[in-house]
Structures are given as C-alpha cells and as structure tokens.
C-alpha cells in the first residue's frame, strides 16, 4: 500500500517514513508543504495520506479542503502540535478521517495508519458516480443509459479510474494495485481489460472513454 506524508519537520519526515516503511512494509512519499501533497495526490493513487497542519506554502488544512474539493476521498490523518479541541474539530468538519497529536510514538501512528487502511476498505462506497456513469462495485454493474456486467478486474479498474477522474495512471500502478499478488500475472493483459472496458462504456451510452498513450491511461469526457 501507499501512503504520502507532507511534514515541514524534516527528522521527523524521515523518522516517519523509514518506520512506516520498515514496520509497516508501505511505500511512503514524503514532502515539505501541503501544496507539494496536493500536487502529488493529484499524480499518484494513495491508500492514505498523512497532513501537518503547520506547513509553509499551504498549511495541512487547506491541502485537506483542497483535496476534498478536487473529490479526493482519500483517508487523511491530520498531524498538529496543538492540542485545542477546535482544531481537531475543524479538521474533522473538513473531511479529515482521523487526528493524532504531536508528541506521538511511532506505534501510534503506524496503529492509526493501519486503522485508516482497514476502514477504507470496509466503509467504501458500493455505487461510485462520475459525470452519467454509476458503478455497483458490489454486483459488477456499469450503467449509464444501459447497463452491463464487468468481469471482476474491470470492475477494480473502473473503480481506480472513477476515484481518479482525469488523471493520468502509468500500467505499473494499475498493475500494482490490482495484480500484484498473483504469480502467473502479466502486465501486457491490462490492455486486452481495457479494451474490453473501452467497448462496454461505449455500449451503455456514457461520455466518458479511456484514453490511452503508450503505457498510461486516463478516464476523459468525450
């Protein structure tokens, strides 16, 4: 799993992402400023992100509007050295999944991280909408004007596009995301899925295609 820290506190960067790492087995970005986190969740698909709110440029509450604005629906964790009960208010108010107060232990936070991941996948939304198009994540279902059944795979990359409208996602991370756990996997069958993924959106009638340049893809208005 994935997961973006944006930390101004640079030993204490460090400190979380070689913990996380180690400990935890994810795979961590790390930045200074909450526009340098806006900026990345923007390019990449991650499975949570971590905000200080003291941050140059644009402090963690903002990138947390910012990001929820944009309908990133990412499980976000706010970092704050304060410890007033209006401030985890308003973080919560913004979208902010959950708030961890500085001085923390590393366990914590790696316990919190975790928390978040499991969350994601049990409170996920079984119908995700963009633009005309609804997909029933729970009965493989794409519809539009008609409708038709996804195999099992589509379905999981349809969800990836949907959570991120127009952005450009490299085979290697669809790849990742969905096949890295089988052995006899190929990375060349993402194109044969998107194919068929290609047709079944044109045959229920929505404005929406995947448009592809050599090994990345992106889910535009047509």
Known sequence: M???IAE????????EKEYLEMVGHFSVDAVETGLDAVNMAKQNAYDVIILDIMMPKMNGLDALK???ADRNFTPILMLTAKAELDDKLTGLDMGADDYLTKPFSMKELLARVKSLTRRRIDYMPTKLTYENLVLDTEKGLMSCVNSVSLAFKEAKMMELFIENPERIIPKEEIFEKIWKFESDSNVDSIEIYVYFIKNKLKAIGTNLDIEINNNEYRLVKI
Do not use: H, M, P, V
């Not at 101004?8 to 400190?15: F, H, I, N």
């Open 2 to 4: 994935k997961i973006l």
């Open 8 to 15: 101004d506190e640079l030993d204490l960067q460090s400190a």
């Open 66 to 68: 910012t990001l929820r």
